[in-house]
Nanobody, 124 residues
């Protein structure tokens, strides 16, 4: 079992940057693939980015490709999401998630552990 705590959200203007962090505790962090998802009211949780347990493979939604960068530090049990050139449509609650095994990395249902979320608001 792993516990996840996100931080780094806030209110910024379009074009600004934010760096989200997710701190993990309780289990072997480097056995988990890690993902970031986001959700707006009335919408399903949307895939943003993910990184394999080894850090060797990263994945991005088309809407954030080229603007967001995911990374992890297995020694510190953290995963970060660097978000640049933010747009108002990036406004959402951002969740960190963890999963093990070979299930697809893109679907929220395949993740077993979730953080409480952090609000990101981008004003125009």
């Amino acid at each position: 079992q792993v516990q996840l705590v996100e931080s780094g959200g806030g209110l910024v203007q379009a074009g600004d940057s934010l760096r989200l962090a997710c701190a993990a505790s309780g289990d072997t962090f480097n056995s988990y693939d890690m993902g970031w998802f986001r959700q707006t009211p009335g919408q399903e949780r949307e895939f943003v980015s993910a990184i394999r347990w080894s850090g060797g493979d990263t994945y991005y939604a088309d809407s954030v490709k080229g603007r967001f960068t995911i990374s992890r530090d297995n020694a510190k049990s953290t995963v970060t999401l660097q978000m640049n050139s933010l747009k108002p449509e990036d406004t959402a609650i951002y969740y960190c998630a963890a999963k093990q095994g070979l299930r697809t990395i893109y679907y929220a249902k395949t993740y077993d552990h979730w953080g409480q979320g952090t609000q990101v608001t981008v004003s125009s």
